[in-house]
């Protein structure tokens, strides 16, 4: 009798956890690492891995693009004066903090895909 996969919000909250702890350290990898994380711990199949490790992923980039926000208007007087005539592309930097949650949910996913594949051939025969 194949084992039960566990709770997809519990599998997406530690994969989050491990996402944020990570991040500082390990940028591109602690998404696949939180991934995998989070895909294993959702178990049963490779289409719940995947969701397990888009949505830690989507909300550690949440996060981050939420920090960076709040900090952009604090810095953006000492970055006008040193960009000079690229001031003009500022506004453009909103686009960071989507850009990040995109690679983060990106990156999870794969994770998410390979830690479904690893409990899979483990536990899920």
């Not at 994969?15 to 990570?22: R, S, Y």
């Not at 007087?77 to 990040?100: E, H, K, N």
Request: hydrophobic share 60%.
């Amino acid at each position: 009798m194949p084992q039960r996969g566990g709770n997809l919000l519990v599998a997406v909250l530690i994969g989050f956890i491990i996402d944020l702890a990570l991040s500082p350290l390990l940028p591109f990898a602690s998404d696949i690492i939180a991934g995998a994380v989070a895909g294993y711990i959702a178990g049963r199949s490779m289409g719940r891995g995947v969701a397990a490790g888009l949505l830690a992923g989507m909300f550690g980039g949440i996060v981050l693009a939420i920090l960076i926000l709040t900090i952009m208007p604090f810095i953006m007087g000492y970055l006008s004066p040193i960009l000079g005539p690229f001031t003009a592309l500022l506004p453009l930097v909103a686009l960071i903090p989507i850009l990040l949650t995109l690679k983060g949910a990106l990156l999870a996913a794969i994770g998410g895909l390979i830690g479904a594949i690893i409990w899979m051939s483990t536990k899920g025969k």
